[in-house]
């Protein structure tokens, strides 16, 4: 078996508790407007165009089977419309300015890499964390990569946007050590046009999850003009009040850093430009949050 993966990051201490092997994997069933990983939105590989890293060198114009690269007047030009995706210029990019996005990958081949770092999990109480893009749109591979995990005794976290139904995660969601899940908007309206899906699955699931017996975290992403306002943190943290196994409801702030991604993606980022929430602000949804009596942190 083998999934799509867009990265596999070591030594990750925002991915859940203690030090941890973060695996990302590719394709999302949302598409949230803000995204900082935009490369993992599509099920597909992708191709990445980092114009300021180029140094001239011509390698990727011989690489590449379709033309897609040329040398016009000693100067490097990429047409992206005649990319095929099939890597090879990443391949010779040595300054980085093509980089693939997009690994077909077996647990084995993921297994190599997190094992390598067993004793710092032991002892920060760390583990996997397997994330995205959406874990549940890989839902087979995530769970035979959790069993993996666990066979070698390494705790899995999953990060997941929630949307399928629990009848259909929980062969996922019942098996690992920790969930950390999104509630990005109350209103379902807003959701649907930000994300471009409605959130009535995720308030069922979230109604629910104390059935799997699995500790969870929720998290809402605080998006300038999207989900800061009062209200939105309000309604959140009181529908949260009946969840008996949330360890905590978090608020992260907003995170600029998807922008480059955008640009060498050749796509339009909605939010350029946008900058975090003051921490000022961040404190005071926070104490909005707290009315609620539920345990509160902010990553601000
Ligand atoms: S291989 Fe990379 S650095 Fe060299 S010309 Fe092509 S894009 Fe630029
Ligand atoms: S990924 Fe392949 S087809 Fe696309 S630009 Fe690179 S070498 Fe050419």
Redesign the pocket.
């Known amino acids: 078996m083998t999934g799509m993966v867009t990265e596999i990051q070591r030594f990750a201490l925002n991915d859940g508790p203690g030090i941890r092997t973060t695996v990302f994997l590719k394709g999302c069933d949302m598409h949230c407007a803000w995204c900082h990983n935009p490369e993992t939105i599509n099920a597909g590989r992708e191709?990445h165009y980092y114009a300021d890293q180029c140094i001239g060198c011509f390698k990727?114009v011989s690489?590449?089977?379709?033309?897609?690269?040329k040398r016009i007047d000693g100067v490097h030009r990429?047409y992206?419309n005649?990319?095929?995706?099939?890597?090879?210029?990443?391949q010779v990019c040595y300054a980085g300015a093509?980089v693939?996005s997009g690994e077909e990958m077996t647990i084995a081949q993921i297994m190599k890499q997190i094992i390598q770092d067993k004793p710092y999990y032991d002892d920060s109480l760390g583990g996997v964390t397997i994330s995205g893009g959406e874990t549940l749109c890989q839902l087979d591979f995530a769970l035979e990569l959790t069993k993996a995990c666990q066979a070698e005794n390494i705790r899995v976290g999953v990060e997941t946007n929630l949307n399928r139904p629990l009848a259909v995660a929980r062969v996922l969601l019942g098996q690992v050590d920790l969930i950390m899940c999104d509630f990005k908007l109350f209103d379902s309206q807003a959701h649907r046009h930000w994300t471009g899906i409605g959130n009535e699955t995720i308030k069922e699931n979230l109604q629910r999850l104390d059935e799997l017996g699995i500790p969870y975290i929720v998290r809402t992403p605080v998006v300038p003009g999207v989900t800061d306002s009062d209200e939105n943190i309000a309604a959140i943290s009181g529908f949260l009040k009946h969840c008996k196994r949330m360890r905590y409801y978090e608020l992260l702030n907003y995170n600029p850093l998807g922008a480059p991604k955008y640009q060498s993606l050749s796509r339009l980022d909605p939010f350029k430009g946008a900058k975090p929430l003051p921490k000022a602000r961040m404190r005071e949804l926070a104490s909005i949050a707290a009315r609620a009596g539920i345990p509160i942190r902010i990553d601000d």
């Open positions: 191709l990727c690489a590449c089977p379709s033309k897609a690269h990429f992206r005649l990319c095929i995706q099939c890597g090879q210029c990443a093509m693939m």
